[in-house]
């Protein structure tokens, strides 16, 4: 039986071995296959991660998709930026990676796109589910061609980025896809690189492949400060998602990441709208504002700001945990590698170090994430419960979670769409103000049996 709860707001996941058996996997690709066949589709790419679960959940989902007509390109293990690629590359109308991301070792999942890299989600998903449920599904024969277009996307990379000085980096790919170019395509690129845990291996046996978790991050800022190198780049899983360490071992947030594109997009997009998610820094529209931008916020989710952004046409776009989209001489699609990219060329252009490009962003006492656990049965309740209290006393943005404005400090929570958990981020101008905005939060979360957290959960940096 499938569940229901693995249908998730911007993505298939659940537990590779109890929820995505092979039955379930291609009972998916039929629900897919039938889903966009019925809207013209003909051709998909898919792409797998390294996870030890995807070449058996790519078997099966291919199966399904088969099975009702649709032609599929392989395009193997893969980031999921040259999947995104992919579509585009072969003119395809649509593709499914497979891939758990950041989340523990015994996840998978499905980032299913329409055609142009149009994201499937939201009631896009859940109809997958319903035609599984009526066993709807279409009958046909496709074929299955396998590519490898890694090349061609390095090539697609290299033509659009161009490092004005060498500059001395060490890559944290965390065992995850980004070792298969990211190293060698910057030494291409005339970068001296350093490489840690580059070798994709499906057991993360360093560390989970999240580099916006500073527990994930500690080898990086150490190896940074050993080398003495420029900067630090982390990669996530399946590398659509980039964390950053300075020159000093810091690590630069995505907001204040985003703060620092913005400014060189807005220099060639004057006026334009930079979309961004609502857990990120109140520095950040503000720099936005001051560069002559339109700031807008909006929902969390890599496919929520993914359509959003080509909706109002930004050049720009992205989230608090390293999903960052650029639509300015790229494809709009979240791409950690040429993200990555168009910062280093940033840092090669000027003779200010990545920690004083960094500092000149605004500054906010903050915490990181903090991800607390919550039952995928209670998490959007106990949510909708926290809105409706916190509107009481408090003006709030409501259009993902709760984000409760204090006048000098804000304090989100949300629930995840892909774990059971939920978000959590604090802001204020003081530290001691950041802690009592915190301090309301544990106490009304405390009065939940469904959530379950620690005050070390908590600890600011």
């Not at 990669?235 to 810091?250: F, L, M, P, Q, S």
């Not at 520095?283 to 496919?303: F, N, Q, R, Y």
Request: charged share 30%.
């Amino acid at each position: 039986m499938i569940k229901p709860t693995i249908f998730r707001e911007y993505d298939v996941r659940g537990i590779a071995d109890d929820d995505l058996t092979d039955e379930n996997v291609t009972l998916l690709g039929k629900g897919i296959g039938t889903l966009l066949g019925r809207k013209g589709a003909k051709n998909m790419v898919v792409g797998r991660d390294v996870r030890l679960s995807s070449k058996r959940l790519r078997d099966a989902l291919i199966e399904g998709l088969g099975s009702t007509g649709m032609n599929v390109i392989d395009v193997g293990v893969c980031l999921t930026p040259v999947n995104y690629f992919g579509i585009i590359h072969f003119g395809a109308d649509g593709g499914v990676m497979i891939t758990g991301s950041h989340n523990p070792i015994d996840y998978n999942g499905f980032k299913i796109s329409a055609k142009g890299v149009m994201p499937v989600f939201g009631e896009q998903i859940q109809d997958i589910l319903r035609l599984i449920d009526a066993g709807d599904f279409e009958q046909g024969r496709g074929e299955v061609v396998e590519k490898n277009i890694i090349p061609e996307y390095v090539e697609m990379l290299k033509s659009k980025l161009k490092l004005d000085k060498k500059l001395k980096m060490v890559v944290d790919a965390g065992n995850g896809t980004a070792g298969l170019l990211a190293p060698q395509l910057w030494r291409d690129m005339g970068c001296d690189v350093t490489e840690l845990y580059c070798e994709p291996d499906g057991t993360f046996p360093n560390h989970l492949p999240d580099p916006t978790v500073p527990k994930y991050v500690v080898d990086l800022q150490k190896k940074v400060l050993e080398v003495g190198a420029d900067i630090g780049i982390g990669y996530d899983g399946d590398t659509d998602r980039v964390g950053v360490i300075d020159e000093k071992g810091r690590m630069v947030f995505a907001d204040k990441l985003m703060a620092i594109l913005s400014q060189e997009v807005l220099d060639k997009h004057p006026g334009a709208e930079i979309v961004f998610d609502v857990k990120c820094s109140q520095a950040l529209p503000e720099v936005i504002e001051k560069h002559g931008g339109k700031p807008l916020m909006w929902k969390t989710g890599h496919s929520l700001l993914k359509a959003k952004m080509k909706e109002v046409k930004s050049p720009l776009a992205g989230e608090m945990s390293g999903h960052i989209f650029y639509a300015d001489d790229f494809y709009g699609f979240d791409d950690a590698v040429y993200v990555s990219g168009r910062l280093l060329q940033i840092l090669s252009r000027t003779d200010k170090t990545c920690s004083e490009i960094a500092d000149a962003v605004p500054g906010f006492e903050s915490t990181p994430e903090i991800r607390i656990t919550a039952t995928d049965e209670d998490k959007f309740d106990i949510v909708s419960e926290l809105v409706q209290h916190f509107k009481k006393s408090y003006d709030i943005i409501d259009i993902d979670g709760a984000r409760v404005l204090f006048g000098d400090g804000w304090g989100l929570v949300r629930a995840s769409n892909t774990q059971p958990v939920l978000v959590l981020r604090f802001e204020a101008k003081t530290r001691a103000r950041l802690q009592e905005i915190i301090d309301i939060f544990k106490a009304k979360l405390r009065e939940y049996p469904a959530v379950s957290f620690s005050d070390s959960d908590f600890e600011m940096a």
